[in-house]
């Protein structure tokens, strides 16, 4: 509790500290250390404070998790256990050191974190949190003390370190194509502006390239590439390492981690949209990442991007462990029935939007405000090239497969991504249609789940509504839950 409490006030208040110790001038350092014994002194008696406030345990009766805390302020804190969403159990390196563990529970109701037990030890930890989340009847019936070991049950999959690798090398090319081109656009305006204020001539700038300047250039271009791809598989290697999946009774087990361990147990009924992504390299090598995403009460946007605390990520599974994953949560194998196809529509608005406004735009700035974007205009073409494609791909991959059980949607133009969603989890449904989409039937259609959005835009809206008014039905007259 002391190392928690001084890493939040580190976090909380280094810029000032560095401030202060960089002013601060040589005759006060024994200022300094007695300022900082009683920093220690005060961190010491906050942190016990806060372990002798803090108690947690299960009322039985009322079927609540009870959390009491504070140190001036009490606080009591009732979870009803049938609103939990997701326990996890995380061990960075102080908690390595020291032997414990951190408990973290997560609702629906809640923005983050609904409670933290900063230090509780595994076996405790292993029972608690099997009896926040497995609330079936025939659990009742079972000791939570007396179930099989971690280390005997078989994972379900475990990505291994290959694996890790490959989704590391094929993964975030959208941020690398971002840093190269601004560091291919920086050294081209430092070239420039040395001509400019003749700092250097044409003819040595031409005699420079002779010479292998530009050789110089691409190397430094290189290196800079491998860098962004090596950082970020660095970061993949050791966020998800001896990543698995355990199915216990009910639940699953998902454990990763290098340095800071996490243990995450999800009960898969409460997932609200299951997605998987994967791009030409990663289908070549059969890697992919798969997301699950859970209910949240925070404000969602469109498509699902809401805060990533309720999503569980699995890089590196292959098709077969995909499928595995899937059979846990839905109990049934995937099928895809009906498709839909967007408008020729949907083509137009992404050339409109992406290659007409943005080269107007760029064209205007040339000719009318500053002449110096016209050295830019050369890259317009690649630019044409670039996001041509990108709009041809995202409308081939771009489709809404329906079947009885299972709403999956297909998109992306590189990352092609399909996203699950059951029809009994639907929790509204929006449709729009502009009155000039009217004469040709076109409409859109964005279905709300407690995990966010999922929505098809451009589709044939006599279609669609038929199709809608038989999800209302599935809704209302489904006995399944959806958390």
């Known amino acids: 509790m002391f190392a928690d409490t001084l890493q939040k006030f580190l976090r909380a208040s280094w810029a000032p500290l560095v401030i202060m110790i960089y002013r601060m001038p040589s005759d006060a350092l024994l200022y300094m250390v007695l300022g900082t014994i009683v920093i220690f002194l005060l961190i010491g008696v906050v942190a016990y404070l806060r372990y002798r406030n803090f108690t947690f345990f299960l009322d039985e009766d009322k079927q609540e998790f009870v959390i009491h805390s504070g140190i001036l302020s009490k606080k009591r804190l009732s979870i009803g256990l049938d609103k939990i969403q997701q326990v996890s159990i995380n061990q960075n390196i102080i908690q390595k050191l020291i032997g414990v563990y951190s408990l973290d529970v997560d609702t629906a109701g809640s923005g983050g974190k609904e409670v933290g037990i900063r230090a509780i030890d595994h076996n405790s930890a292993q029972i608690l949190k099997a009896r926040l989340l497995e609330r079936e009847t025939e659990r009742s019936e079972t000791d939570p003390t007396s179930e099989v070991p971690e280390e005997n049950i078989k994972p379900i999959i475990k990505i291994s370190l290959a694996s890790l690798l490959k989704v590391g090398i094929t993964s975030n090319y959208g941020r690398s194509l971002g840093i190269l081109i601004a560091f291919f656009f920086t050294i081209y305006d430092n070239v420039r502006d040395f001509v400019q204020n003749e700092m250097l001539s044409e003819e040595q700038i031409e005699q420079y390239i002779v010479r292998g300047t530009m050789l110089g250039f691409m190397t430094v271009f290189f290196i800079l590439f491998a860098l962004t791809f090596l950082i970020n598989l660095i970061r993949t290697v050791i966020r998800y390492f001896d990543l698995e999946v355990v199915k216990q009774r009910n639940s699953l087990l998902i454990s990763y981690g290098l340095f800071a361990k996490k243990n995450t147990l999800l009960n898969p009924k409460k997932a609200q949209i299951v997605s998987y992504s994967q791009n030409f390299f990663q289908q070549k090598m059969n890697v992919l990442k798969m997301k699950i995403k859970q209910a949240s009460s925070q404000e ?38 009906k498709t839909f196809n967007p408008n020729y529509r949907y083509i137009f608005r992404g050339i409109y939007f992406g290659l007409i406004i943005p080269i107007v735009i760029v064209l205007f700035l040339g000719f009318f405000v500053n002449e110096e974007i016209k050295t830019y205009f050369p890259f317009i073409g690649l630019y044409v090239l670039v996001i041509g494609l990108l709009i041809y791909f995202g409308f081939k991959n771009y489709r809404l497969f329906v079947h009885s059980d299972f709403i999956i949607k297909k998109r992306g133009a590189w990352d092609v991504e399909h996203q699950i969603i059951e029809p009994h989890k639907i929790q509204g449904i ?29 589709a044939n809206f006599s279609q669609i509504n038929k199709q809608i008014n038989y999800w209302l039905y599935q809704v209302e007259t489904s006995d399944k839950h959806w958390m």
């Open 300 to 337: 969602v946007k469109q498509d699902g991007k809401k805060n990533e605390s309720s999503v569980i990520e699995i890089p590196g599974a292959n098709t077969t462990e995909r499928d595995n994953i899937l059979q846990v949560i839905y109990d049934k194998t995937i099928e895809k029935g």
């Open 430 to 458: 929006t449709t729009k249609q502009y009155f000039w989409h009217k004469r040709s039937d076109v409409g859109h259609i964005i279905l709300h789940t407690a995990g966010g959005d999922l929505s098809f835009r451009f």
